[in-house]
């Protein structure tokens, strides 16, 4: 099967399409022939030798296709259902993968849409099970009633986690702020946030709606707010933070991965809200596989709303 690699740290242009053998699925898992594929920051983080070091090294953590061989143990899915999920062993940047856990692809979805799911909905998702958005327990102690969803500050909530954030929080009942440029101030207003700026000011732009602070905060951007983001939200132990790392150990603020576990129910309950008009996930712009590297180049300017997808095959029926 044809598939994107590299063997040496650098820029898109050290990407490769080469051919691999056919992998196959293990127990409980599924293979898929891929028709598309999501591309992450995590892409190019890993290309420029920021996080693996041993070469050379597969892409893709999360496809779309069309079931073609099952697992054992598998039994409620069928061979030609047309699936999304997570890569097995981060090879779905291919013609085939395998998937360890998927869900059905939503009827009114087609396969590049489906394939920009995996990643932002189950991150998105364990952030605000890991702040407890929607428990019952937001809003108690700042004059809010216990239950009522309480208000969520998100930090960069205009990109693909930040947007699924904000309309998974929105459907827990949580009144969300959330920060992005001016230029995406209607964008987050039609997913049902308040927006403010980012930058210089933030804290204050937040009091104007929230005067007595926010009661859990989300950092998406990672771009140096966790000091506010604590002060506003009344504490580090009521933030979470997905992008920063070292702020999250200076500031003793909870920094979300998947190594603690990841939130792969969202997959099969994000289907629902799709249907039901309550969650969208815009796909930016779409590039064939032979592409990967100019797909990588256009992440790395970092103006997509959305997502970035890689279609295998051409667009198949439906796809778009």
Known sequence: MKAVRFSRFGGPEVLEIVDLPDPHPGPGQVRIAVRAAGINASDWKKRQGLMDQELPQTMGYEAAGVVDELG?????????????????????????AVLSSCAPVPPSLGFAA?????????????????????????????????????????SGASGSVGSAAVQLAVVRGARVIGTASPANHAYLRS????????????????RALAPDGVDLALD??????????????????????????????????????????????????????????????????????????????????????????????GPAPGAE
């Open 72 to 96: 054992a143990g598998v039994t409620d899915v069928a061979v030609g259902d047309r699936v999304f999920g997570f890569s097995a062993d981060g090879v779905a940047q291919a013609e085939l």
């Open 191 to 206: 997913l049902g946030a308040e927006p403010v700026a980012y930058g210089e000011g933030l804290a204050e732009r937040v």
């Open 114 to 154: 489906a394939a920009a799911l995996p990643a932002a909905v189950e991150t998105a998702t364990r952030a605000l099970d890991q702040l407890g958005v929607g428990e019952g327990t937001a809003g108690a102690g700042r004059g809010r009633e216990p239950g009522d969803g309480g208000t969520l500050l998100i």
């Open 220 to 313: 998406v951007a990672g771009s140096g707010v966790l000091p506010e983001l604590i002060e506003l939200a009344g504490g580090a132990g009521n933030v979470v933070t997905l992008a920063d790392f070292v702020g999250a150990r200076e500031h003793g603020v909870r920094f979300s991965s998947g190594d603690a576990g990841r939130a792969l129910h969202a997959l099969g309950g994000i289907g629902e809200l799709i249907e039901s008009g309550r969650f969208a996930l815009p796909v930016a712009e779409t590039f064939p596989l032979t592409e990967v590297a100019e797909a990588h180049r256009a992440g790395e300017r970092g103006h997509a709303r959305g997502k970035l997808v890689l279609l295998v095959d």
